[in-house]
């Protein structure tokens, strides 16, 4: 299989990851619970864990919270910092995991930044809304759907200009994007541990302050006799057993990337991304391209985006077709009624991946006269 | 045999700790926290040889490692907590 959907999860992993699941599966009990070996074998794991997610994110080990995913830390980060009836700015190219949060919670929203590709209109949509006055922001590093980095290290001075508390969703930037919690000074950044941090699904880091609220109550193995939960990082917010086995893996994702470092494998997705983008273009579907993309591309046929992913899928190659849980960014660049067919490069990215995507695509062009 | 106590509110500082004195040749035990040590319950602390308190208390606080209390345990089983 020629796998292109890593904007959904990492599917090629570093066999370390493989053993090191099965190692704490076989070697670790419940971390920060007993003192016996096993628990202490798993305390040591999850410590390991943090340390490589502060080196990597250049933050403090005790800021590193594991989450169950990305959608998971986003609902803490929002809950901590935003209350019903407050001003939320947006950028036009969230995730739902970002947009129903806000609207459970009932905000009145202000989407910043709709144009693809285009920086400057970026950042003056933003200062636009953020010298109105907003109570907090909440965007995303890189989108989904389209690949688009957003200049989030220009956002995040102009939020602390303007005093406004802020959220980061790395879910597709972390691992592939230079990422410094503390350069940034964001309130929260959320990240899933199965993307492009190498992890098993299951999961996820959230960055944070001080400040914040938990969203699960529950036993932490500290503060035993307090019937409130602990008020230091990171056990106010991890309530329950950790997920050790996967924590075990994604410390050896982490390992991994630090090793290899993340320029390296940013340049070669995004590489990728541009030999494909060109051999799109020249089939002649419509490919949403440009300057400050990542390793992800989107476009648009004459075919219904399902129709064509489930062919290229019965040719062997794995793209994600359709609105992609970002109803949002499709408004924004005009594709909702559509959709689009992604293709998103990870770890694994090569020549031979772009070289058999193209071909299939003119395969189908051959056969069916259109694309 | 005479030893001393360091406590912690959770599993993270107190590991944290015992990395920072192994880097510097310093041998340490982690420990769950005897109940009768702890006022809020459940924590761990580091047990380490008496003679070199100061110089893992200054450790700690050079790494910004937060830890609860210091206790000392005598020969003869009786305890006293030190104040720093």
Redesign the interface.
């Known amino acids: 299989m020629i796998y292109l959907d890593n904007g959904a999860t990492s599917y090629y992993k570093p066999d370390s990851v493989k053993r090191a699941v099965l190692w704490a599966m076989e070697n670790c009990a419940n971390?920060?619970r007993?003192?016996y070996e096993q628990s202490?074998k798993a305390?040591?794991v999850?410590?390991g864990c943090?340390d490589r997610a502060s080196r990597l994110f250049n933050c403090?080990?005790?800021h590193v919270v594991f989450t169950s995913n990305c959608t998971h830390g986003l609902n803490i980060a929002i809950r901590s910092l935003i209350k019903p009836g407050a001003k939320v700015l947006i950028s036009g190219f969230e995730h739902n995991a970002v947009l129903r949060p806000l609207v459970d919670i009932g905000v009145k929203l202000s989407i910043a930044a709709t144009k693809l590709f285009n920086w400057d209109d970026t950042l003056s949509s933003f200062e636009k809304f953020l010298r109105q006055g907003v109570d907090a922001a909440v965007f995303t590093h890189v989108s989904n759907v389209f690949g688009y980095v957003l200049p989030v290290e220009e956002i995040a001075e102009l939020c602390k200009y303007y005093n406004v508390p802020f959220v980061i969703d790395a879910a597709q930037s972390a691992g592939s994007q230079k990422i410094s919690f503390g350069d940034l000074g964001a309130d929260f950044i959320a990240m899933p541990g199965h993307k492009g941090l190498l992890g098993p699904q299951g999961t996820g880091l959230l960055l944070c302050k001080d400040m914040c609220e938990p969203l699960l109550f529950g036993g932490?193995?500290?503060?035993?006799?307090?019937t409130s939960m602990?008020d230091?990082l990171?056990?106010r917010l991890e309530a329950g057993t950790l997920n050790v086995p996967g924590i075990a893996g994604l410390s050896a994702g982490l390992a991994h990337l630090l090793q290899v470092g993340t320029d390296k494998i940013c340049s070669r997705e995004v590489r990728q991304a541009d030999i494909c983008a060109e051999g799109l273009k020249e089939l002649g579907v419509q490919v949403f391209d440009g300057e400050h993309r990542s390793g992800t591309v989107s476009f648009v046929s004459k075919m219904d985006c399902e129709e064509l992913a489930q062919l290229l899928s019965d040719m062997g190659i794995a793209v994600r077709a359709g609105l992609h849980c970002a109803p949002i960014a499709h408004r924004s660049v005009g594709t909702f009624n559509s959709g689009t067919v992604r293709v998103s490069f990870g770890l694994d990215a090569s020549p031979i991946q772009s070289k058999r995507l193209l071909e299939s695509l003119n395969k189908i062009k051959s056969k069916r006269k259109i694309l | 045999m005479k030893n001393t106590w360091i406590t912690f509110r959770s599993v993270t500082p107190a590991q944290r700790g015992e990395t920072v004195l192994r880097r510097n040749g310093l041998s340490c035990i982690l420990r769950r926290t005897p109940r009768w040590m702890q006022e809020k319950g459940c924590g761990y602390s580091l047990q380490i040889r008496t003679i070199n308190t100061e110089v893992c208390i200054r450790l700690f606080r050079e790494n910004n490692i937060e830890f609860k209390k210091v206790y000392l345990i005598r020969d003869n089983g009786s305890a006293e907590e030190m104040t720093l």
């Open positions: 971390p920060g007993g003192g202490n305390a040591h999850v410590l943090r403090d080990p005790e932490t193995g500290s503060m035993s006799a307090e602990p230091f990171p056990d």
